[in-house]
């Protein structure tokens, strides 16, 4: 009986420390849960227009944004070296005249996609965005340095 306890405890230390060394390596964004869970809940948000095709072009700009976010303490859509949106979506590949995108970023409890749903739908620029049923694609990402996380959504037509 107790050999069966110290297997649990040892393969719940294992689950817990995989977890969080997984968060702390995690540095640069990627297309990991949080990125899922937010595709997922702006999907469930924009219900009445349909699901967003999930464009690899939208997210490889997305993940540029969140990444530079997060390294260089970026608050807003105008990167660190000067780029919008609608150039950082270029860059990647997409071409389109009508494209949108939210930002979020928090620290310590506030770093959780379940809190940037709720302040993108309390930003009436970002809940127009995100309730705009013209957009019919969408990149989203997340960065995470184990206290700050930043995401960000990318948005066209």
Known sequence: MGRKV???AVVSIC???MTALDNVAGF???ADDPRTAIYSGVN???EAC???GDDPRLTAAAERHANDMLRNGVNGHIGSDGSSPQARITDAGYRSR???EIVFWGTGSAASTSTALDMW???PPHRAIILNC???AGGFATAWDGNKMTAVGDFAA
């Open 6 to 8: 110290a297997k649990v």
């Open 15 to 17: 689950a817990v420390l």
């Open 28 to 30: 640069p964004a990627r």
């Open 44 to 46: 469930q948000l924009r």
């Open 50 to 52: 349909g699901v967003l």
């Open 98 to 100: 009508y494209s949108g």
């Open 121 to 123: 739908m309390q930003s």
């Open 134 to 136: 013209a957009y019919t």
